[in-house]
């Protein structure tokens, strides 16, 4: 898989008052893409397309350089305290996403180039919640390395939080172009996960992602350079074989671990799970997928802001859970399962 090339750039002029908003559009104007000026984002007009559906792919290929406004940060549980907003939005095209409800309309990639005024904010719930340690995960909103290679803002927060006393970073992702954060100073405080699936999920559900070997093969470069590593099984999907292809799964990690020091190593495991809003969206997006959501075949839960979500049934979510925490616990004895959701 290449990495990220947008097709179409957007550029806030505020974005311009910052050095990294400068730097952007050079970068951009010397590899010839086309740019475009919009007041905000939410002025972007014209993105190509004959229909909702073109659109929908062609914004996916879409970045806007622009400010970070909201400065207030999202909790992010259960993986960590804070979400930082580095980003949003991706060019994946998972069905499953739940960005496909979350950024509704306006499907494009986002970069905040106000970087400063961003860790300053975090420096803020830092000395909060100090001595204890606040976590801050970069990937809720987009798959954040994937489009990294491009602005190297992971990078300045890899190196941000590898200078803190009580900051903690974590992110996770589905690309493998990793090359530019392995002389990133970590010191050890950010800890570099990918999401990984059985066969089966991986083929139907994730167009538009690096493979599972690139993947893989980029963990083997994370770790060679020192990061703790983590990996992120999601959504766990109960597709035919799923028990065979789950453990078939660890089995593979495993052996392409071969020679990294497994002591260390977190999973973290989510259920499939979806909204009655994200259904229509996904039903209109990629039509012929074979994602399965019969409310009737799920438990209903109450979730946040009034949308409650269907997950597996009780005893089918304890199989799950059950099942996959013995096939790690067979192939990486030593691993923590942070949780299971
Ligand atoms: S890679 Fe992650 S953020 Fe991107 S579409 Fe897939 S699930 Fe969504």
């Not at 050095?19 to 984002?41: N, Y």
């Not at 909201?70 to 739940?98: N, Q, R, V, W």
């Not at 100073?185 to 950010?190: E, I, L, R, S």
């Not at 979510?317 to 099942?323: D, G, P, R, Y």
């Amino acid at each position: 898989m290449e990495p990220f090339v947008p097709q179409l750039v957007y550029i806030e002029p505020r974005a311009l008052e910052y050095p990294l908003g400068q730097e952007l559009k050079q970068k951009f104007e010397d590899m010839g893409l086309e740019i475009r000026e919009t007041t905000s984002h939410n002025q972007v007009r014209g993105i190509p397309g004959d229909n909702e559906l073109q659109q929908y792919r062609n914004a996916k290929s879409t970045l806007v350089v622009g400010i970070r406004k909201t400065l207030k940060f999202d909790t992010s549980k259960p993986s960590a305290e804070y979400a930082i907003p580095l980003a949003t939005g991706c060019m994946g095209h998972c069905h499953y996403c739940y960005l496909q409800t979350t950024l509704g309309s306006k499907p494009y990639i986002r970069t905040y180039v106000n970087l400063d005024e961003i860790f300053e904010q975090a420096e803020k719930y830092m000395e909060e919640r100090k001595p204890e340690i606040t976590r801050f995960e970069a990937a809720c909103t987009s798959d954040i390395v994937g489009i990294d290679h491009l602005t190297h803002s992971l990078k300045r927060a890899i190196e941000y939080f590898g200078e803190s006393e009580y900051g903690q970073l974590r992110f996770v992702t589905k690309f493998h172009h990793v090359d530019h954060l392995l002389d990133a100073k970590h010191n050890g405080k950010t800890r570099f996960r990918f999401s990984i699936n059985s066969r089966y999920v991986i083929k139907n559900f994730e167009p538009g992602t690096s493979s599972f070997d690139e993947r893989l093969e980029a963990a083997r470069k994370v770790a060679g350079a020192g990061y703790p590593l983590g990996f992120i099984v999601a959504p766990i999907y109960r597709h035919e074989g799923w028990e065979e292809g789950y453990r078939e799964l660890f089995e593979r990690l495993h052996q392409s671990l071969d020679g990294v020091n497994l002591d260390d190593i977190t999973f973290e495991l989510i259920q499939h799970r979806f909204t009655k809003p994200a259904k229509k969206v996904i039903m209109k997006r990629y039509p012929k997928t074979k994602l399965e959501m019969d409310e009737e075949k799920r438990k209903y839960k109450w979730g946040r802001y009034g949308i409650g979500k269907y997950v597996y049934q009780t005893e089918e979510a304890s199989q799950l859970e059950t099942s996959i925490r013995e096939y790690i616990h067979e192939f990486f004895p030593k691993a923590e399962i942070q949780y299971f959701t």
